[in-house]
């Protein structure tokens, strides 16, 4: 499952795409 906070993070800095990468584990 996904980190909610390294989430958090990753869509403060811009980086959708990892972002999406990652809910997409969840």
Request: no cysteine.
């Amino acid at each position: 499952m996904a980190d909610m906070t390294r989430l958090a993070e990753l869509i403060r800095s811009g980086d959708e795409t990892t972002a999406r990468a990652e809910l997409s584990t969840l």
